[in-house]
């Protein structure tokens, strides 16, 4: 199994363009969820999701969207970049566990480093 | 959601026990307690998770005492590789809070 896979690696966007983060797992999990991490601080949850179809906010949603048509794939679009934005993003899978809530136990993507000018 | 409040850092030296405590007086009935490690430029790995009293796996113990609002991880005879950041967990959404440095000196 890849596990948890990320693309691309690095990019660099200016102000205003958008792009598309891809997240895909072969684990067959559930639970998909974005987080951003700035540089210091903890991993902040942008968008999770439970299942294919079915997607949430999470802290800090604003300027993100997400959809998830597949059980592999989460991509996660930023609308219109801002230097906010400059951040390490990270998705994470897991299987759900009770009551629809996401096993504890979550693998995590080798991560995305976006830099906005 | 049950906030955590954690150390900000820790020292440690190479072969000696480090006990990481997190604070989670909010903590609800169903949650459980995770903790993840962080290396730098990775993404966070899972370590342990519990519910109350005592777990133990092949890489650290976590211990919760009877009211839940703490827990505390526990790392045996650290290494150098042991070096990252420590988050605890509360709870279903997995809110990461700021973790706890450790820095494993020889």
């Known amino acids: 199994n890849a596990g948890v896979t990320q693309t691309p690696k690095f990019q660099v966007l200016k102000t205003g363009q958008s792009m598309t983060l891809q997240c895909a797992q072969d684990?067959?999990?559930?639970?998909m969820s974005w987080y951003r991490q700035d540089p210091g601080m903890g991993l902040r949850l942008i968008h999770y999701s439970v299942g294919a179809g079915i997607t949430d906010q999470g802290e800090v949603p604003n300027g993100y969207n997400v959809s998830r048509s597949t059980t592999e794939d989460f991509p996660l679009r930023l609308l219109s970049a801002a230097p906010s934005q400059t951040s390490v993003y990270f998705c994470?899978?897991?299987?759900?566990?009770?009551?629809?809530?996401?096993?504890?136990?979550?693998?995590f993507g080798p991560g995305t480093r976006l830099t906005v000018t | 959601l049950a906030k955590t409040t954690q150390p900000i850092s820790m020292d440690s030296y190479e072969g000696q026990e480090v006990n990481i405590t997190c604070s989670h007086n909010n903590i609800a009935t169903n949650d459980y307690i995770t903790w993840y490690q962080q290396f730098p430029s990775q993404g966070p790995r899972f370590i342990i998770q519990?519910?109350?009293t005592k777990v133990t796996n092949e890489v650290a113990s976590l211990f919760i005492p009877a009211d839940r609002k703490s827990s505390t991880l526990s790392l045996p005879r650290v290494s150098l590789s042991d070096t990252a950041v420590y988050y605890c967990?509360?709870?279903?959404?997995?809110?990461f809070g700021q973790g706890t440095e450790l820095s494993v000196k020889p």
């Open positions: 519990g519910y109350k």
């Open positions: 684990m067959n999990h559930e639970y």
């Open positions: 994470a899978s897991s299987y759900s566990g009770l009551a629809g809530r996401p096993s504890y136990e979550q693998y």
């Open positions: 967990l509360v709870g279903g959404k997995l809110i």
